[in-house]
């Protein structure tokens, strides 16, 4: 016998079986078996919590705007983030891209949109593919917040794999949920593997692709050329039935990029080479910018405010220019016989000027020089040493290999390499002359004399964190002053100078109140224990933990949340790739960030000719960013080959050349910045998401409330007690906490996800017996507040309502069947429920609903004293189940002779109502199988003309595309284009077939394969007058 598992948590598994060799094998009919043995009435409430499990539990496609996962996830929801979710779930296939600004949640929003896919058995297999700085971060935020476990797909764990499972086995078959870095995505050992696991199309898979624009063709000439991330993903993509695709910057100023990025969104819709159309982008984007949901008050959005800081030497004083109220001066910093930094620009520049070649690698080696200069003195005298040994002494002018900026190297290493390929480039370099030798002697003498020394900046982030941190800094008469709460990042390019910072703030830090602890780094090369670590400790509340400052290195720019405690950022020195500038303020200017304003801050000294540019182009890329939002990543990189050259007398001009607004620009402006939502549709789009929720929640009949009483009654259940009251935490002052009961011992793992974090050396069983975290079942307002947020995808969850919705089958903790006092009706009357379920191909679930019949039970109408008639008190009497549910939550209202009565006639009762909610499934069935026709039909029409749309602009284009006159240097370019041309020439022909074949799938994705209906239980209503 053929068998398929309908049960929720294996649907769709296989299994073939001798039905006359079975144990015990029997069919249990309902009309004859109906709820079992009725030994005992069930209290109102263990009943509620199970018809709420069950009730949680339902989902439907005849209706995709009724969601599930918003209630699943253990967010602080905003009504801007279901958008998405409703537009993925008005697809067929969700082919849909997330164009959010920074910062506005996209992580989340795909999160919603994998959850509900889950839910609704569309999904079984998800990829997640990402820069490797945020692997860790998708993990955790995956596991956190929506209760799903992935894997990180690295050589740790194919090794891993292999020593458990041998050498043959295929590492991708071993789990259904993987996270891996575009970085190790295009090795072939990793690669190769993965596409033979998927074949040409895996069913029910998704792949998630944040930070798309990695896999966009690129170029800085007139025509993009695919990179190798490009034929990567474009080998991999279409073998996913699904794909989601996370970018804030989808744009890079190539129309032919952007349409080659969105045919491997949604290859129906698109064609590399064909201009994308509004009518087509807007059906798979979304794109909201920070400042318009701000301006509409949706969602916590901070200010950010740029602070610049304008450093003078005058007079052997370091003086800080003020410019607050209404007369402007300065403040003195302190005293500083010599201003070595600009000393040593002075005679850089000269030393440059003399050796620095026209072309070739060595002008890196001044380059390099130059930004480490700009970075403290400190990583400038390591440079400039290498330099002075190996310049012009030959022999070993290989390059050496360039290092991975994805790669998670330690600050160390990354700089030992970088040292490495420098010295290769001095060694190609001509020996110095008289001049420039003496030039160099005389700045390895001022750097090594000053290298440990405090400067200008140092005094400055001393005045700031007196007045902001504690006032006691460096002054032993105020070694006990008391420290504020508020918390500084401080961000430089360099190891070198995040050790000068760190050993400076050692000793500033030595008496005073908690010393050294109130500092922690962060830099490259960290374990996942370590970053966690640091995560945690700077976003715990200020009052148990003593760190204020963090130092960190640009591996911190991505991929780490540090804005639940910290509004304000120090950039020690300014990246010359403003796209880096942009992800380190990103770090605290976010969402969840609790200040209303956030300051990030840098420094200029004006009479360093470097700091003029610099500080050019810190204001005018801000200005592009704030005209054109996320899009000024098309001028970034314009501007990052600008600066690439050094910075000298023209820079200031390279740089306005590459901020100009050009043919690029204007392109993605044209064909993405039409998608981001005006204010009206943004309120549109804010407002239908809230009334969706609304009536989710009320289909649902979920409450924070309800899921707590069922918790209470599944701990009791499991032999354990209710929930307690907990005391209230600082962080989270409004919010109603729980302490948990002593659970059985086989719940020490599922009791790990509620304990704090464990230790770095904290042995296992030590850490199990801590007391654990109070739990809450509303979202906190702030991260790391020391409690645990109950959701309906947490483990414990879903551990205590799987056992609501085994009863029946594996589980019999209840009878299904509870009686509860009604004052309101005359009246007994009695509800019975079944559960239907309408499954598809594949048993994946189309629809799921709770069928209802009402009767009036007369204890003296024989066999026939049930007969609903579908009265106006009928189906008041269901809409009054909840109240009365909650009002009566034990028998007692009840005399236990009524309940004798009831408890015996309930068999007979339930059987004798089976047949009537059979009708009544058969009427719901018929309902919703005609709406999932109709959904499929639409679609499948609506297909057709999309397929139809793509062939007459390929054919259009094809007419009228002539050759595009490339220069001799642009072989590549064009190689690319008449690449593309071929390839619409058999996009033409394949389209053909598709248009006959791909719409008439559609209609069998909601195509009913199969019912299933089965008994849920009985509920009698007693009247108050009887």
């Known amino acids: 016998m053929a068998m398929v598992c309908l049960d929720d948590d294996a649907q769709g598994r296989p299994l073939d079986i001798f039905w006359e060799l079975e144990l015990g094998a029997r069919v249990l009919a309902p009309e004859t078996h109906g709820l079992g043995a009725v030994t005992r009435l069930d209290p109102p409430r263990h009943f509620a919590a199970y018809l709420h499990a069950l009730r949680w539990n339902a989902v439907t496609a005849t209706d995709a705007r009724l969601f599930q996962a918003p209630f699943r996830a253990g967010i602080r929801l905003f009504n801007h983030q279901l958008t998405p979710l409703k537009r993925a779930l008005e697809m067929p296939r969700a082919n849909l891209f997330i164009a959010d600004d920074v910062g506005l949640g996209k992580t989340i929003e795909a999160g919603l949109v994998l959850q509900e896919l889950l839910l609704r058995q569309r999904v079984e297999q998800v990829l997640i593919v990402c820069p490797a700085s945020v692997t860790l971060q998708w993990r955790d935020e995956m596991q956190k917040k929506f209760g799903l476990h992935f894997e990180l797909y690295d050589r740790r764990f194919v090794a891993r794999r292999r020593q458990e499972r041998g050498f043959g086995v295929n590492p991708w078959t071993t789990h259904n949920r993987f996270i891996i870095s575009y970085q190790t995505l295009r090795r072939p050992e990793y690669r190769d ?177 130059q930004k480490r200069l700009l970075s403290s003195v400190e990583a400038f005298a390591r440079t400039l040493q290498l330099h002075a040994r190996s310049v012009g002494r030959g022999g070993a002018a290989a390059e050496a290999a360039g290092v991975d900026d994805e790669e998670d190297l330690d600050d160390d290493t990354r700089e030992e390499l970088d040292a490495a390929a420098d010295e290769g480039r001095s060694r190609g370099l001509s020996a110095p002359s008289a001049r420039a030798r003496g030039l160099l002697d005389e700045m390895l003498a001022i750097a090594e004399a000053h290298r440990h020394a405090p400067d200008g900046r140092w005094l400055s982030l001393v005045h700031w964190m007196r007045a902001n941190l504690c006032p006691g800094l460096g002054d032993p008469r105020l070694k006990k002053a008391p420290w504020t709460d508020r918390r500084v990042l401080l961000f430089t390019e360099y190891g070198d100078t995040k050790r000068w910072l760190v050993n400076l703030l050692n000793a500033l830090l030595e008496n005073t109140a908690g010393g050294r602890d109130r500092v922690m780094q962060f830099h490259g090369g960290m374990s996942e224990e370590a970053r966690e670590a640091v995560q945690r400790a700077f976003n715990s509340p200020p009052d148990e933990h003593p760190v204020r400052i963090l130092v960190a290195t640009d591996a911190a720019r991505e991929g780490v949340n540090l804005q639940g405690h910290c509004a304000d950022l120090f950039h020690f020195d300014i990246p010359w790739n403003p796209a880096r500038m942009e992800q380190r303020n990103g770090r605290i200017d976010r969402t969840l960030q609790p200040a209303p304003e956030v300051r990030c801050h840098y420094f200029v000294i004006p009479r360093r000719a470097e700091d003029q540019v610099l500080r050019n182009l810190v204001v005018k890329v801000g200005r592009i960013e704030h005209e054109l939002g996320s899009l000024s990543e098309v001028v970034m990189t314009r501007v990052t080959e600008a600066m690439e050259r050094g910075i000298d007398a023209s820079s200031d001009a390279r740089v306005d050349a590459a901020l100009e607004m050009g043919a690029g620009a204007e392109t993605a402006k044209r064909e993405l910045d039409a998608e981001r939502a005006t204010v009206d549709r943004l309120k549109r789009d804010i407002d239908e998401a809230g009334r969706l929720l609304n009536e989710s929640s009320k289909g649902m009949v979920f409450d924070p409330g309800l899921l707590r009483d069922a918790i209470n009654v599944g701990c009791e259940l499991a032999g354990a007690g209710n929930l307690a009251t907990a005391p209230g935490v600082k962080a989270e002052p409004t919010l109603a906490l729980w302490k948990l009961p002593t659970m059985p011992e086989s719940w020490q793992t599922t009791l790990d996800t509620v304990r704090p974090p464990r230790a770095k050396d904290e042995a296992p069983w030590e850490w199990r017996k801590r007391p654990l975290l109070p739990v809450c079942f509303e979202p906190p307002e702030r991260m790391n507040s020391g409690v645990a947020h109950l959701h309906l995808s947490h483990p414990i969850v879903q551990r205590i309502l799987g056992r609501f919705r085994a009863q029946g089958w594996s589980a019999h903790d209840l009878s299904r069947v509870t009686v509860v006092k009604n004052p309101r009706d005359g009246i007994a009357r009695v509800i019975a429920f079944g559960r239907l379920s309408l499954f598809g191909a594949g048993a994946t679930r189309l629809h799921d609903q709770l069928v209802s019949v009402a009767a009036p039970w007369n204890e003296t109408g024989g066999g026939n004293h049930l007969r609903p008639f579908a009265e106006e008190a009928d189906r008041k009497a269901l809409e009054r189940l909840e109240s009365l549910l909650s009002e009566s939550p034990t028998l007692e209202a009840v005399e236990p002779r009524v309940q004798e009565r009831l408890l015996a006639a309930a068999p007979g009762d339930f059987a004798a109502l089976w047949s009537h909610i059979e009708h009544e499934a058969d009427a719901v069935a018929h309902d919703a199988e005609a709406r999932l026709e109709r959904r499929g039909q639409a679609e499948a029409t609506a297909l057709a003309g999309i397929l139809e749309a793509q062939r007459a602009a390929i054919a259009k284009e094809l007419r009228g595309t002539q050759l595009t006159l490339f220069t001799e240097g642009e072989a590549a370019q064009k190689e690319q284009w008449e690449q593309d041309r071929k390839w619409m020439e058999r996009r033409l022909e394949r389209l053909a077939k598709e248009i006959e074949t791909e719409p008439a799938e559609l209609p069998a994705l909601y195509r009913v394969a199969t019912r299933k209906l089965e008994p849920v239980g009985m509920v009698y209503l007693w009247p108050g007058t009887r």
């Open 193 to 369: 593997p993965l596409l033979a696991h998927l074949g040409e199309r895996a069913r029910k898979s998704l792949l998630i692709l944040d930070e798309a624009h990695t896999a966009a063709p690129a170029s800085t000439s007139r025509y993009a050329v695919d990179s190798r991330v490009t034929r990567v993903i474009r080998d991999v993509a279409p073998r996913f039935e699904h794909r989601l695709f996370l970018s804030a910057t989808p744009h890079n100023g190539h129309s032919n990029s952007f349409s080659a990025l969105l045919e491997i969104l949604d290859p129906q819709r698109f064609t590399r080479g064909i201009a994308v159309t509004p009518e087509a982008r807007d059906a798979v984007m979304v794109r909201r910018l920070k400042r318009d949901l701000r301006a509409l008050g949706s969602g916590h959005f901070p200010e950010r405010r740029v602070v610049e800081i304008a450093l003078e030497h005058i007079d052997g004083q370091w003086l800080q220019r003020d410019d607050r109220g209404a007369h402007p001066g300065f403040v003195n910093l302190g005293a500083s016989p010599r201003a070595v930094e600009i000393e040593l620009s002075h005679l850089l520049a000269e030393y440059t000027a003399l050796e620095r070649p026209a072309k070739g690698p060595g002008r890196l080696v001044f380059v390099n020089l």
